[in-house]
Nanobody, 114 residues
């Protein structure tokens, strides 16, 4: 499985961005996908998950502002970031797992200015 993120960028506080994660390879084996983020000096933290059944979960810090969704026809998972805050500035990573292995993308930078 190979995952590649895109869509990061710079935005002012209150703005919006949409991140995309395209999966390829043995995608039939994927059980769930997620977005993580990591700011300099911080641990990587879970932002949102979506499983094969479509169930989603969010970190408390992003509930009501971020939405994870997927397009099965495009093998792509999205993270819609709304009402962005400076503290959302991080490198955002796409993650996939098949029950045995984990797969990570290279990350995409999101920078929110006040």
């Amino acid at each position: 499985v190979h995952v590649v993120e895109s869509g990061g960028g710079s935005v002012q506080a209150g703005g919006s961005l949409t991140l995309s994660c395209a999966a390829s390879g043995s995608i039939f084996a994927i059980k769930s996908m997620a977005w993580y983020r990591q700011a300099p000096g911080n641990k990587r933290e879970l932002v949102a998950t979506i499983n094969n059944g479509g169930s989603t979960n969010y970190a408390d810090s992003v509930k009501g502002r971020f939405t994870i969704s997927r397009d099965n026809a495009k093998n792509t998972v999205y993270l819609h970031l709304n009402s962005l805050k400076p503290e959302d500035t991080s490198v955002y990573y796409c993650h996939a797992e098949d029950g045995f292995l984990e797969y990570w993308g290279q990350g995409t930078q999101v920078t929110v200015s006040s």
